[in-house]
């Protein structure tokens, strides 16, 4: 029986600033803007911003100054992440 369980706290932190956690944030960060790019205008540019913070991130952005209004109205980029299999958050609802 498992009596006590350690996390290795280090361990998780190299594992998500690690290429495979950037390689598959970097691969769905590529299928959200491939989903946008079919919900969207031809010829909208639709750009990935890969960064990093205590683990790789990036963010997908309609270069275009309708993608507000595409989004507000039609959730384009939410829509598009939530296809792809990432779980959408309200963060302001708490």
Sequence with gaps: MLE???????GIRAFLAGDKVRAMVDGAAEDIRARV????PPGT???I???TTDRGAASV???DVRGMAWQARDG???RAAGEAG???RDW???
Aim: charged residues 30%.
């Design 86 to 88: 990432i779980e959408i």
């Design 4 to 10: 006590r369980l350690e996390l290795d706290s280090a």
């Design 76 to 78: 384009v980029l939410t």
């Design 49 to 51: 911003k890969a960064y």
């Design 61 to 63: 952005t309609i270069a």
């Design 45 to 47: 540019r639709v750009t």
């Design 92 to 94: 302001a609802a708490g």
């Design 37 to 40: 790019r079919a919900k969207v």
